[in-house]
């Protein structure tokens, strides 16, 4: 239970520092997770573009992971309660994690780009939960409910998962999630 308090804290004042990637205008707020479950590769994620050409934060780089909920990279996008994209579009490149590269191999590896969709996969009253959970909440405190987006490279694309969390409901703390289907050990 502590690891989990913990780790929605951290996630909390992370969002602080990535504040302004996103759409603006008065929407949830987000927290990223990135993992992969690609065997013997590295994902080296630089984030990506949203539709108005902003950027959108990445996780770096992802080795694979036995577990995508509990392993990976989390950041916060928008603490300050934006809106979701409508999509992104992430840039990667993939090399194989047991080989050494010089710097002119890992730049001529192929960039791989692919557009995730999310507005319209995470249901509006989620959303709506989320906004009003923010907006009861006192200034200089984290919202007890908080919406992450999951993306996890995977061999098929990208698979985007969200979760509805709180940090209230312990043991379990996910209220709710949906999104594709994302096998767990």
Do not use: N
Request: hydrophobic fraction near 35%; proline fraction near 7%.
């Amino acid at each position: 239970m502590r690891r989990i308090v913990i780790k929605s804290f951290l996630a909390g004042v992370i969002g602080m520092l990535g504040a302004g990637c996103v759409e603006g205008g008065e929407g949830p707020g987000m927290v990223l997770h990135f993992a992969s479950l690609k065997e013997g590769v590295v994902v080296a994620c630089r984030g990506g573009s949203l539709p108005s050409g902003k950027r959108f934060p990445g996780p770096g780089a992802l080795g694979r992971t036995k577990d995508w909920l509990t392993g990976g990279a989390t950041e916060g996008a928008t603490p300050d309660g934006r809106q979701l994209p409508e999509w992104v579009e992430f840039e990667w490149k993939e090399y194989v994690s047991d080989k050494d590269y010089v710097l002119e191999e890992l730049k001529a590896l192929p960039v791989h780009v692919e557009r995730v969709t999310i507005r319209e996969r995470v249901p509006q009253d989620v959303i709506d939960e989320v906004i009003r959970s923010r907006r009861a909440t006192p200034p200089g405190t984290l919202p007890d409910k908080s919406l992450w987006l999951d993306f996890v490279w995977t061999d098929s694309g990208i698979k985007f998962h969200w979760r509805l969390e709180s940090i209230r409901a312990a043991p379990e703390y996910t209220l709710r999630s949906g999104g594709d289907v994302i096998e767990r050990p």
